[in-house]
């Protein structure tokens, strides 16, 4: 059954939902995964958001949800503004260079503290993006749901212990994908909820195993 929303559209400030609301989840995205502000950031345009993305706002967009900001906040135009006043240092490449999808995104994203995070991710049409790569591990991550990124070595028994901890804190998965580089080697398991999944339960994935690298909840 079709939802209202998904013919009316997403809440946001104009002109394109693709090239606006779409782009503003992938800034929100990095910014969520790299945890907090950054002071600086690189972002790479690709395709239909390399060719229109001046015209559109892509930039200005994508900055925006690097800023916290939602698809719907009237302040978006003044990301870039609002960016130097934070003193976060914003580049922006319009490439030439084709990828998978045309309205792809690449952002590198760096705290003060040194700490690094890169996200490529693609506008897919109405607001909806696709997170296609985290630090270089490809990937599917909607953003549609809550979601557990859990970085582990590719061995037996790590997705049952996963799986059992939510279990047992009654967390209910709605989607799950297991990505890997190669067998026994480092692995990814992207798993989407139906409610957001605490600290705490992140706190014992990660103690539980020590073939568990890394937890994150977004």
């Known amino acids: ?26 800034g929100r995205m990095g910014r969520t995964l790299l945890g907090g502000m950054p002071e600086r950031a690189h972002i790479g345009l690709f395709g239909s958001f390399a060719e229109t993305g001046r015209g ?6 994508i900055v925006a949800g690097i800023l916290g900001m939602e698809p719907d906040d009237e302040r978006l135009r003044y990301s870039m503004l609002l960016a130097k ?7 922006v490449d319009f490439s030439e260079e ?12 760096e705290t003060r503290s040194g700490k690094k995070t ?15 790569e985290i630090n270089g591990l490809e990937m599917e991550l909607s953003g ?12 037996p028994g790590v997705i049952n212990t996963v ?19 190669a067998r026994r080697q480092d692995a990814c398991m ?23 690298s890394g937890v994150l909840a977004v």
Do not use: Q
């Open 144 to 155: 549609e749901y809550p979601a557990l990124i859990v970085r582990h070595r590719d061995v």
């Open 85 to 91: 006043e934070a003193d976060v240092e914003i580049s």
């Open 190 to 212: 992207v798993i989407e909820t139906d409610s957001p999944v605490s600290e705490r339960v992140c706190r014992l994935i990660l103690d539980w195993n020590e073939n568990i």
């Open 98 to 109: 084709m990828r998978d999808h045309p309205n792809t995104a690449e952002i590198e994203i």
């Open 118 to 132: 890169r996200v490529c991710g693609a506008s897919i049409g109405g607001g909806s993006i696709l997170i296609t």
């Open 1 to 26: 059954m079709t939802d209202i929303f998904d013919i009316l559209g997403p809440v946001m400030v104009g002109p394109s939902s693709s090239h606006t609301a779409g782009a503003v989840r992938i």
């Open 56 to 61: 559109h706002g892509t930039d200005k967009a």
């Open 163 to 181: 799986t059992n901890i939510l279990a047992n804190e009654h967390v209910n998965v709605a989607f799950m994908r297991v990505f890997r580089h």
